[in-house]
Structures are given as structure tokens and as C-alpha cells.
């Protein structure tokens, strides 16, 4: 019900169509990192930076004054600049754990990789930050969070009302830009699911509700 949903008026300098795509990603990455204690000059790696989640993570990451290096596929590399990223891997033609370069954080939002995987990326302190996780990655946790040093980071972001007010703050003072790729109307609806598993899309679909629908 909407008493009991999680609701906030609409950015003042932000369109509607932008408004339905940006809670999502943006509450994601804002209750993901705010937790991961940033601090400014530290080096954080977003895998998966031209999604939902990662150009937030990105914008974010920035404002709090990390120099971030984003990770994502050739056609999206200059959109990923676009959102202020100091550095920009290609997937397919780099492998970022093996460049030499250690990171304060890494977030792994696509899943791909794994803690071991990245561990030898990680500064001594540092954390693997993973959006989504299964079993495995919470015994790591637990583990890492006993041994101490470099650890494994897995945590739910719920959505509150709070957190959504929070992202209203921050699209309107410029902090967060929220992109839409394309738009694709409601009989387009398979053509866009399509288009967004191909993995080729940079920012947000939307699927338009309108007389020409």
C-alpha cells in the first residue's frame, strides 16, 4: 500500500521517466558504499560500471573522494568516463586483477568475480564488496571478518524511505546523474528485455506508458 511504501516527491531536476529508473540503482549503491567508510584519495575499482548500480557507484564513489577506476565492455567506456571515472578498463581486452594495481575497495557488482579471484588486487586493508551473493560469499565473510586484513564484504540494501530521500538529496545537488539509454514502448517489451541481456545498454531502459503505446 502506499502508506506503507516506500515514497518520496519526485527530484525537481529530474524528468519522470528518469525518476522511475533511479531508486533502484542509486538506493543500491548509496546503502552499499555508505558503509564501506570511503575516504578520500582511496582507490576504488567498480566492476560492472555502466549499469544501474555501477553508474551510481561510480558518481558516488567520486563525491566521496576516491579515485575510481570502472570496469566495463568497449561500447560503454567513454559513458563510463562520462560519469567520472578517473580510469576505464575494457573487459575484453584487459583483466583487471592482473595489471598490477591494488584497490581500497573492490565492488563486484555483476557477480563475475570472486574474492580469490581479486584478492591479490586488494590493498592490505582492502574489502571485495559484492551486490548480490550466495552462501559461499557469506562464509567468506565470516572468515575474512575473523582472520582480519583483506576482506569480504556482503550486505542487503532493504530500501527505506530514508535511503530514498537520501538519493532525492543527491540527484538534486548534482551528486548522482541518472541516465537513460533507451526507451522502448510497452509492445517493444521483449525487444527491450532483449536489448538489456545482451548487456550492451548504458544506464537505464525504459518502457514508456503512453497513447502510442
Not at 576516491?66 to 573487459?91: N, Q
Not at 541516465?179 to 525487444?191: N, V
Request: contains cysteine.
Amino acid at each position: 500500500m502506499p502508506e506503507n511504501g516506500v515514497l518520496a516527491i519526485k527530484p525537481a531536476n529530474m524528468t519522470f521517466e528518469q525518476a522511475a529508473v533511479a531508486p533502484y540503482g542509486a538506493i543500491m549503491a548509496l546503502y552499499l558504499l555508505r558503509r564501506q567508510n570511503i575516504r578520500p584519495g582511496q582507490k576504488v575499482l567498480v566492476n560492472g560500471a555502466s549499469g544501474g548500480i555501477g553508474s551510481a557507484a561510480v558518481q558516488l564513489a567520486k563525491y566521496y573522494g576516491a579515485e575510481v577506476t570502472g570496469v566495463c565492455g568497449t561500447p560503454r567506456l567513454e559513458y563510463v568516463r562520462s560519469l567520472g571515472a578517473d580510469k576505464v578498463i575494457d573487459y575484453g581486452k584487459e583483466d583487471f586483477t592482473g595489471n598490477g594495481e591494488t584497490y581500497d575497495l573492490i565492488f563486484d557488482i555483476l557477480g563475475k568475480g570472486s574474492f580469490s579471484r581479486c584478492k591479490g588486487s586488494l590493498a592490505p586493508n582492502g574489502r571485495y564488496l559484492r551486490a548480490s551473493f550466495k552462501t559461499r560469499e557469506l562464509w567468506q565473510m565470516l572468515w575474512t571478518s575473523l582472520k582480519g586484513g583483506k576482506r569480504v564484504m556482503c550486505t542487503l540494501a532493504p530500501g527505506s524511505t530514508e535511503d530514498l530521500i537520501s538519493v532525492k538529496g543527491h540527484i538534486e545537488a548534482g551528486k548522482i546523474n541518472v541516465i537513460i539509454d533507451k526507451r522502448f514502448a510497452m509492445a517493444q517489451a521483449a525487444e527491450a528485455h532483449r536489448y538489456v541481456e545482451q548487456g550492451h545498454k548504458k544506464g537505464n531502459v525504459v518502457i514508456t506508458l503512453d497513447e502510442h503505446s
